[in-house]
């Protein structure tokens, strides 16, 4: 064969994926990324404070290197812009947890791959147990993923600037958008609807902000839980759409929109798919995820959530790109 032809290099970093996981899920677990944010810039000084070998802190170093998560120079090492914000431990956006469970997760990832030939997960669906321990390690983990979204979603509605505002957040989580919200406008209440275990996890999160005084709590399962009507002026439905098929998508949708003042606003953030499936590139893996977890959840495409949210009775839908991979779509 003559002439220029593709690399495999691509195929090969595929393949070897593990490998990423692999690094960053050690380097987040021995704060690599935070003490290099702290100065301690070399290979030795980081073996020494971490207990590592200088051969495998080395070798963690370059593997960094290459991920694109530190930068070099003259044997020192520095955060990426990209790993400062996300990778450091104490920062609001820090999601090092995530990397430290999808490390957990690799010793099970053979007996995964199962569900693309049983088309759903072989055991109880993860993301429809209340009362379960992974929920725990989940909630804080991604919490700082949502940081950025929230802030452009308050940016685009003028929250800040609103007076006796109304928050109602279903499926919250760790109350992460509450959180920031309540921080932006001081005259602001929140309502997160969620299990008791997770309410639990976000009401210990907000009080690291004294915020609770304006944050309360219905614990309940969103489906079938009752809800004031044109109680509230923005409803968030964040991270929760991925793991409900088509059919409760709508019905919560529509209770949202009930529970509502007029002019209200439906926030709802998720991993949103172009019409023709043709990228985003994370919300397209991400499925994977949810066939793995759930029994009807997916990646849904812009036209799903327009005819979803039209069906439930909102006359105007506008998709929003945030900071992260997911995108905000804002309904009237």
Request: glycine letters at 10%.
């Amino acid at each position: 064969m003559t002439g220029n032809l593709p690399s495999p290099g691509r195929i090969l970093e595929i393949a070897s994926g593990y490998w990423a996981t692999g690094l960053l899920g050690v380097a987040t677990e021995h704060s690599l990324f935070t003490l290099i944010h702290g100065g301690l810039d070399t290979a030795g000084r980081l073996a020494a404070k971490t207990g590592m070998a200088e051969r495998g802190v080395q070798t963690l170093l370059d593997g960094l290197v290459g991920l694109g998560l530190l930068q070099t120079h003259d044997g020192t090492y520095r955060n990426t812009p990209e790993a400062e914000l996300y990778l450091v431990e104490g920062q609001p956006t820090d999601i090092s947890g995530f990397a430290q469970l999808k490390l957990a997760e690799m010793d099970k990832l053979a007996g995964r791959l199962e569900v693309f030939r049983a088309g759903g997960p072989l055991a109880d669906p993860m993301v429809e147990v209340a009362d379960n321990p992974h929920w725990e390690k989940v909630v804080t983990a991604i919490a700082g993923l949502s940081v950025t979204a929230a802030q452009t979603a308050a940016d685009v509605l003028g929250l800040a600037e609103r007076e006796d505002l109304s928050i109602l957040d279903v499926g919250g989580g760790s109350g992460i958008f509450s959180s920031v919200w309540l921080r932006l406008n001081p005259a602001a209440r929140a309502t997160q609807l969620d299990w008791g275990p997770i309410n639990a996890i976000a009401r210990r999160l907000l009080a690291q902000h004294s915020l609770t005084d304006r944050f309360t709590c219905l614990d309940g399962d969103f489906h079938t839980a009752q809800l004031d009507t044109a109680a509230y002026d923005v409803a968030v439905y964040s991270h929760v759409a991925h793991q409900e098929g088509p059919e409760d998508n709508v019905a919560v949708f529509a209770k949202l929109r009930d529970a509502l003042k007029p002019g209200g606003a439906l926030v709802v953030c998720d991993y949103v798919v172009e019409d023709d499936r043709s990228g985003p590139s994370f919300p397209l893996l991400f499925a994977s995820e949810m066939l793995l977890k759930s029994n009807k959840g997916g990646t849904w495409r812009r036209a799903d959530y327009a005819a979803w949210l039209a069906e439930a009775g909102f006359e105007k839908v506008s998709f929003h790109p945030t900071a992260s991979p997911a995108t905000l779509v804002i309904a009237r």
